[in-house]
């Protein structure tokens, strides 16, 4: 298998040299700090009248609990729960255990935008853990920058951003978008693609990044398509897909649609096992895989940086905490475990700055690093996004991807590559 031609890399410190003093805060992780709130005295580490007092510190969950996007957000919601407990049961941060306040985006962007400023302004949260479409964080912006919060964002998503107050702790673009068409054409040997996706901001954005990339290879593009969200009638996208017979489908539908879709496509006689077309997503994790089951999506690929199948040990002693906290029946996907990272991370900025403070966790966050991270080591760029591999799986009947390839090193997040904005 040929290598494809990937942005600038980081490879990660050996555990070895994280324990022998290489980096304090990742070191910090694995034997945690009992902190002590008497030496952090609350005037001092909460001058700005965040919601910390001598005890507790409250943040904020903003996730669609109700709506076509429940089945993809629900995951968030569970695994930056799981990460509250865990550093509630270490002693907190600073001392201080963690509370939260959820709403409900309600799949509604004006939602979104309302409850981020409730919990801003109302509930002076510390922090935020939210959001999972593009639409939704596009939303939200205005109000953590007018506001001055800090948004923890847990999506794959398109890139052509950088917020001061947005720490991005999944995927753009260069690390996933392009890599995946890379690994498609060079491995493959596809030279034609039809491009589907969901008719909002990241599907579209993602396309237009996708299709110049393909051109830039010198492959075609024979077709784009787009369906709002909760669509659920696609056998005549599917009709146009057999008439135009590409090598490659490239699937950026998100949601419930994605139940729709997957079980049409199956229903329509493509047999994503046979490859003709083959067929690559980068919105179909193992959640939204548990609502379209493992037999209308095997075969398939995904391009992402986590599939709950990874080996490591810290992501089997993930996967065992998510278990034992929601259900042996439970699923862990892409986003999930990004959305896990929110809290470390924000826990690791907050002790580095000895603040609750939003201007100091923000001028703490980069170079913090997670050697604790189930995807592997992670680091946080000066742009606020995360080093990190990008991996293709192939999904298999029981609902699982089967990691085909990853990056020996980490991939430098490039949220505004030269040539695809």
């Known amino acids: 298998m040929s290598e494809p031609k990937f942005p600038k890399t980081l490879a990660g410190p050996s555990r070895r040299a994280v324990l022998a003093g290489g980096a304090a805060l990742t070191a910090s992780l694995f034997a945690p700090k009992h902190l002590r709130a008497?030496?952090?005295?609350?005037?001092?580490?909460?001058?700005?009248?965040?919601?910390?007092?001598?005890?507790?510190?409250?943040?904020?969950?903003?996730?669609?609990?109700?709506?076509?996007?429940?089945?993809?957000?629900?995951?968030?919601?569970?695994?930056?729960?799981?990460?509250?407990?865990?550093?509630n049961e270490m002693g907190g941060i600073l001392g201080r255990k963690i509370e939260f306040i959820q709403e409900d985006g309600a799949s509604d962007w004006p939602t979104f935008a309302e409850k981020a400023k409730k919990l801003l302004v109302s509930d002076k949260v510390a922090s935020v853990m939210g959001c999972w479409t593009s639409a939704s964080r596009k939303a939200v912006l205005p109000v953590f920058e007018q506001y001055n919060g800090m948004l923890y964002y847990p999506t794959f998503y398109e890139g052509l951003e950088q917020s001061p107050n947005v720490i991005y702790t999944g995927q753009e673009a260069t690390q996933q978008i392009i890599a995946g068409i890379d690994w498609v054409a060079e491995t493959k040997g596809a030279k034609s693609f039809y491009l589907l996706g969901s008719d909002y901001i990241w599907p579209r954005t993602s396309n237009k990044i996708a299709r110049k990339h393909i051109e830039k290879l010198g492959l075609k593009v024979v077709g784009e398509d787009y369906y709002p969200l909760g669509h659920t009638q696609f056998n005549s996208v599917i009709n146009k897909i057999r008439l135009k017979k590409p090598d490659v489908i490239y699937a950026?539908?998100?949601?419930?649609?994605?139940?729709?879709?997957?079980?049409?496509?199956?229903?329509?006689?493509?047999?994503?096992?046979?490859?003709?077309p083959l067929l690559l997503t980068i919105s179909v994790?193992?959640?939204?895989?548990?609502?379209?089951?493992?037999?209308?999506?095997?075969?398939?690929?995904?391009?992402?940086?986590?599939?709950?199948?990874?080996?490591?040990?810290?992501?089997?002693?993930?996967?065992?905490?998510f278990k034992e906290m929601w259900g042996e029946d439970m699923v862990i996907g892409d986003v999930t475990q990004a959305a896990y990272l929110g809290p470390w991370l924000w826990k690791a900025a907050v002790e580095a700055a000895g603040s609750f403070d939003v201007d100091k966790v923000r001028e703490a966050s980069p170079g913090i690093e997670l050697t604790t991270a189930p995807e592997g080591y992670v680091k946080v760029h000066e742009n606020h996004h995360l080093w990190s591999k990008t991996r293709v799986g192939h999904a298999k009947v029981d609902g699982q991807y089967e990691v085909v390839y990853e990056t020996a090193d980490l991939v430098e997040p490039d949220p505004f590559p030269e040539g695809y904005q």
């Open 252 to 276: 950026i539908i998100v949601g419930g649609s994605n139940v729709a879709f997957y079980k049409q496509l199956k229903a329509a006689g493509i047999d994503m096992t046979k490859e003709k």
């Open 285 to 321: 994790t193992e959640d939204e895989i548990r609502g379209i089951g493992g037999e209308n999506i095997e075969g398939a690929y995904a391009c992402m940086k986590y599939f709950q199948s990874l080996t490591n040990e810290n992501n089997m002693e993930f996967v065992k905490a």
């Open 38 to 87: 008497a030496d952090y005295p609350t005037a001092e580490v909460n001058t700005t009248g965040l919601a910390v007092t001598d005890d507790t510190v409250t943040i904020g969950i903003l996730h669609s609990i109700t709506g076509t996007m429940a089945i993809s957000e629900t995951g968030s919601v569970q695994a930056e729960k799981l990460a509250i407990a865990q550093i």
